[in-house]
């Protein structure tokens, strides 16, 4: 079982960036498809990308294309995402999550990862 914790949230102005990093401790990373979500207030939980265990193949909601970027460093036990031109429409509780079947490319359906992290809140000010 893996565990996994996330960091890098806060708050930004608009247009700004932000680095999330999706930390994972017992066992290794590169056995898991890695996928970020997110919830805002009074939303559902939503797909914004994931990462296939190797890190050859991504997958991003077309909201978030072109402005956030996944990546994976499995030698360092961690997937990250990379956000730019930062919206307030962003804003929201983002989690990491582990897949553990084989599935290519990764999957966007939230009931598909095993496990979750706690999450990290992200503020977009206009």
């Known amino acids: 079982q893996v565990q996994l914790v996330e960091s890098g949230g806060g708050l930004v102005q608009a247009g700004g960036s932000l680095s999330l990093s999706c930390a994972a401790s017992?066992?290794?990373?590169?056995?898991?498809?890695v996928g970020w979500f997110r919830q805002a207030p009074g939303k559902e939980r939503e797909f914004v990308a994931a990462v296939s265990r190797g890190g050859g193949t991504t997958r991003s909601a077309e909201s978030v294309k072109g402005r956030f970027t996944i990546s994976r460093d499995n030698a360092k036990n961690t997937v990250y995402l990379q956000m730019n031109s930062l919206k307030p429409d962003d804003t929201g509780v983002y989690y990491c999550a582990a897949d553990s079947q084989i599935r290519l490319p990764p999957d966007t359906r939230a009931d598909k990862y095993d496990y979750w992290g706690q999450g990290t809140q992200v503020t977009v000010s206009s």
């Open positions: 017992g066992r290794t990373l590169s056995t898991y498809a």
